[in-house]
């Protein structure tokens, strides 16, 4: 079982709506982040958070903007997304925060999106 | 820069046989972490070896092995006797160790029965 948990694990939206993406994890790790993955093609990193606070933004388009409540929840809140903005979001954590360390990704299942 | 090379797209194997994934990495830095990642139909990235620059050992791992060669900037991966739930996608990975990390283009690996 994976021990990063995201929901919801499809959504379907349209242009106009909101919504959200969440993601859990109790390993008390401290970097949480967010990639996105198109079909067939590896993942992309979007955004790091460590130690709660936004450390990598890579430069992604403001239709998605991120939240760390605190250290176990990662959001990522979706607004006027483009149908081009399908795919698989993942979330990830790892044990270090920037620059300590070489510490693997945990990867929770990904959230299934697609924009009408 | 940093960069990873999977130059196999997509491998196919009958069950029992041995496969090996290659990795190439190309890197300036004298730190950094090597790692291996399964991604099955599912989708879920699971996460399976990590190797440090200062450590060459060889690893196994039940069925599967890894020979790191900084030599060559080489990780590769091999399988021994294959399995059908081997079936998926891998993804070779390298971080200096500033949460950022390079993925590979993945190889697609088809086990046949």
């Known amino acids: 079982d994976t021990e990063v948990t995201q929901t919801p694990k499809h959504l379907v939206m349209g242009m106009t709506n909101k919504k959200s993406l969440k993601c859990e994890q109790h390993?008390?790790?401290?970097?949480m982040y967010w990639y996105k993955q198109k079909a067939k093609k590896p993942p992309e990193l979007m955004f790091v958070?460590?130690?709660?606070?936004?450390?990598i933004n890579e430069s992604v388009p403001s239709r998605f903007s991120p939240e760390c409540p605190n250290s176990s929840l990662l959001n990522l809140h979706l607004h006027a997304l483009q149908p081009e903005d399908s795919a698989l979001y993942l979330c990830?954590?790892?044990?270090?925060?920037?620059?300590?360390?070489?510490?693997?990704?945990?990867f929770g299942n990904g959230t299934r999106l697609t924009v009408t | 820069a940093q960069k990873v090379t999977q130059a196999q797209t997509e491998i196919s194997v009958v069950e029992k046989e041995d496969v090996t994934l290659d990795c190439v990495y190309e890197?300036?830095?004298?730190?950094?972490?090597l790692f291996w990642y399964k991604q099955p139909p599912s989708g879920e990235l699971v996460f399976l070896i990590r190797?440090?620059?200062?450590?060459?050992q060889n690893e196994i791992s039940g069925r599967y092995s890894w020979n790191f060669q900084k030599s060559t900037s080489s990780f590769n991966f091999t399988i021994t006797a294959s399995q059908v739930v081997d079936s998926a996608v891998y993804f070779c990975a390298l971080s200096r160790g500033f949460n950022k990390f390079y993925f590979g283009s993945g190889t697609k690996l088809n086990v046949k029965p």
């Open positions: 890197t300036r830095d004298t730190t950094y972490y």
């Open positions: 190797r440090n620059s200062f450590d060459e």
């Open positions: 390993m008390g790790h401290r970097a």
């Open positions: 958070y460590s130690y709660e606070k936004l450390s």
């Open positions: 990830a954590s790892s044990q270090d925060g920037v620059g300590q360390g070489g510490s693997p990704l945990h």
